[in-house]
């Protein structure tokens, strides 16, 4: 079975700090898919990152980064500089290798960032 | 990239009532469409899965008489929710599958239910 735990379920921070959200995820798939998605109020998943299984290689984008530790099992999210707008609803997720099944979706961690 | 699109964007319906929600893949052809349900501050729930021109199969738990899910072409399936509860109301997103052109999901933005 393929299980997503996100342990912070909020996390406050002030604006310019940096924060990391933590993802573990379980699976005994060899060959799978880790997402990252952020949810503002107004509900629409927004696609932020993809890893495929294979690929351990720490990611960079603008102020976003993230570390995948297959030794770990996590995949963890760290926005540096925080800014009010990146406040919302973060959610880890994990898929096995083919398109065709569904996402397993962690409880998501709620990030507010303060003025 | 990828389009889908679901209608309404919200809908308020009264307790018994059916309401029937649209997930549209605007630029490709859905093989797979993906039914998630969301209550508020909780995490998105699979529902059921549809493949067109099968049935749907449902997770443990979801009443498939009570949602209907119709998945009759490669660019639309609809999830019916059938004499609508209160407890019903949540919020609804689903995600279409593109059949191995990418191999990637791709989400809609998602039908928030309120039924009174």
């Known amino acids: 079975a393929q299980k997503v735990t996100q342990a912070q379920t909020e996390i406050s921070v002030v604006e310019k700090e940096d924060v990391t959200l933590d993802c573990v995820y379980e699976t005994r798939d060899t060959t799978y898919y880790l997402f990252w998605y952020k949810q503002p109020p107004s509900g629409e998943l927004v696609f932020l990152i993809r890893?495929?299984?294979?690929?351990?290689q720490n990611e960079i984008s603008g102020r976003y980064s993230w570390n995948f530790q297959k030794s770990t099992s996590s995949f963890n999210f760290t926005i540096t500089a925080s800014q009010v707008v990146d406040s919302a609803v973060y959610f880890c997720?994990?898929?096995?290798?083919?398109?065709?099944?569904?996402?397993?979706f962690g409880k998501g961690t709620r990030l507010s960032v303060i003025a | 990239g990828a389009v889908v699109s679901q209608h309404p964007s919200w809908v308020i319906c009264k307790s018994g009532t059916s309401v029937k929600i649209e997930c549209r893949s605007l630029d490709f052809q859905a093989t797979t469409m993906f039914w998630y349900r969301q209550f508020p501050k909780q995490s998105l729930m699979l529902m059921a899965t549809s493949n067109e021109g099968s049935k749907a199969t449902y997770e443990q738990g979801v009443e498939k008489d009570k949602f209907l899910i119709n998945h009759a072409s490669l660019t639309l399936s609809t999830l019916t929710v059938t004499s609508a509860h209160p407890e019903d109301s949540s919020f609804y997103i689903c995600?279409?599958?593109?059949?191995?052109?990418?191999?990637?999901?791709?989400f809609g933005p998602g039908t928030r239910l309120t039924v009174t």
């Open positions: 995600s279409s599958y593109d059949g191995g052109v990418s191999y990637e999901q791709y």
């Open positions: 890893r495929n299984s294979f690929d351990e």
């Open positions: 997720a994990l898929r096995w290798n083919s398109g065709n099944t569904p996402l397993v």
